[in-house]
């Protein structure tokens, strides 16, 4: 069980919350903070004071419209529904089970002015894994996630679709198995629901998870191919990296380093006195990205433990505040960022591979016996560069675009949500290039037989070996590169 609190969030912790499926609760702390803003808000409307967007206001550009107290609960409806505009491709289901937990983690702080029933049911969603159905297209990332978070929002009311029991339901149908009521939305509460970063940041949040993966993958599959390749251990000295001190760099170093203790290829006397920038310059690259990948984690995690809705509702201070808490600027920047550091972790892997199979330093062409009769592992070199190619497409930045939207009145947005699903396609772009240079890699390196890597080297190659073979004649290849994408995924793959 974790319990939903106004402590930070960490990584580490979702990460466990996942992985070991943890139910979620919220603490005491957490229902008595969303009890006194909810009645801190009641009185607040019950006094009729001066108009408070959102709560007896219409929205964006209609914010100037007053709507009379009858009709507060059928206005946070109508939001909900209104701006259920989504479309194009479902988010991923894992994606969606992240937005649950932040728009929770979100509410618990007691300045959005919900009800606790409201943020009980969000959490009986995550627990039951009923997962509302999203889509990837919709929000410009500056009112928040309006249109994803709509359909995140729409089961709660009985409409739209849900994931649930490995099909795809009506929510009504759902709650009536479950002999559930919808919630009946009171004032503020749709707003509350709608407002908020939790698409752009639960795809930052996986983004930056499978980065890390992605980062420590890199840095033992270019060991492997720097081993088959026959490269100079000189790159990775310790002391050619303290006088230049980049906190990345010197951690891919010692990473390789380790990686390499007790290796007998590495220690043989080289022809050549250098090795090509793809391993040369593989913990300048590599730290380069790590470091990118540090900032953006930073920036996430302060986002995740913010209030990103609007207006935000102080009751110690007696203000209703509307700003703008919800644009996601940050975000978006932090996410090109991302996906340009990590299609960088391709674009050097799919070099590397390239080298390995050149039919340079003694290894033959394609690595494979009689090259000609067969092409051996020509081919997944075009796919990596395809895959790299189409990277290069995905890392046009999308947070220096902006388009006018409600009128006028939001005349500057992020595009964060655009820039979160192409750094999470970057990202499982990358994971299929590493894939690939693992397959060549692993195929080059028996080519230096008997002379062995280390330890630690060999034990990936005797895992990796029991689920894809060396490669004698030409055979199907796809089925391989799956079997490598999936070794990657699989807890096997560590050093």
């Known amino acids: 069980m974790h319990y939903i609190s106004t402590n930070t969030l960490e990584f580490n912790t979702i990460s466990e919350i996942i992985s070991e499926n943890k139910k979620l609760a919220l603490s005491d702390e957490a229902k008595n903070k969303i009890i006194s803003c909810r009645e801190y808000l009641e009185k607040k409307i019950a006094a009729h004071g001066e108009p408070i967007y959102g709560i007896n206001t219409g929205f964006g550009s209609l914010c100037d419209v007053l709507i009379p107290d009858e009709d507060l609960e059928q206005l946070q409806k109508n ?17 969606v089970k992240l937005m649950l937990l932040l728009k929770i983690q979100s509410l618990s702080y007691g300045k959005s002015g919900v009800q606790l029933t409201t943020v ?69 509460e749709g707003l509350a629901l709608l407002n908020g970063t939790q698409f752009m940041s639960a795809y930052g949040v996986w983004c930056i998870l499978q980065s890390k993966k992605l980062s420590d993958n890199a840095d033992s599959i270019s060991t492997i191919s720097l081993e088959a390749f026959d490269c100079r251990i000189d790159p990775f000295k310790e002391h050619i990296h303290t006088i230049r001190p980049h906190k990345g760099q010197i951690q891919t170093a010692e990473n390789i380093r380790k990686l390499l203790e007790g290796s007998e290829l590495i220690k043989q006397h080289k022809q050549h006195v250098q090795d090509p920038y793809s391993f040369r310059c593989i913990p300048q690259v590599h730290g380069a990205s790590k470091d990118v990948i540090e900032y953006a984690a930073n920036v996430f995690l302060t986002e995740i433990n913010s209030v990103t809705d609007n207006p935000t509702i102080f009751p110690e201070e007696n203000e209703i505040l509307s700003g703008g808490n919800f644009h996601g600027q940050p975000l978006a920047l932090a996410l090109d960022f991302l996906a ?38 020509m081919i997944p070199q075009y796919t990596a560069a395809s895959i790299v190619s189409q990277n290069k497409q995905l890392c046009t930045p999308a947070s220096i675009d902006s388009i006018v939207s409600s009128n006028g009145q939001e005349d500057h947005v992020s595009m964060g949500a655009n820039a979160a699903t192409k750094c999470f396609k970057v990202a499982e772009n990358v994971q299929r290039i ?52 999936k070794f990657l995924k699989s807890s096997m793959f560590s050093h």
């Open 340 to 377: 340009i550091a990590l299609a960088e972790l391709g674009n050097i892997s799919e070099r590397r591979t390239y080298q390995l199979v050149a039919g340079l330093r003694g290894l033959p062409k394609f690595l494979v016996a009689k090259p000609g009769l067969n092409s051996g592992f």
């Open 434 to 485: 590493l894939a690939i240079e693992l397959m060549n890699a692993a195929q080059a390196l028996e080519f230096r037989r008997p002379l062995k890597s280390s330890p630690a080297i060999e034990n990936i190659i005797s895992a990796y070996r029991k689920e894809v073979k060396f490669l004698e004649v030409d055979e199907i290849m796809y089925p391989e590169i799956n079997k490598s994408v």
């Open 79 to 95: 939001l909900v529904m209104s701006h259920a505009c989504g479309t194009g491709d479902e988010v991923p289901q894992e994606i």
């Open 120 to 188: 009980q049911r969000l959490i009986d969603f995550y627990n039951l894994d009923i997962l509302p159905v999203v889509y990837q297209q919709g929000s410009l990332g500056a009112s928040g996630d309006l249109a994803p978070l709509a359909h995140l929002s729409l089961p709660l009311i009985g409409m739209g679709e849900v994931n649930f029991n490995g099909k795809k339901q009506l929510a009504e149908v759902v709650l009536k198995q479950l002999n559930t009521q919808p919630v009946q939305l009171k004032s503020k």
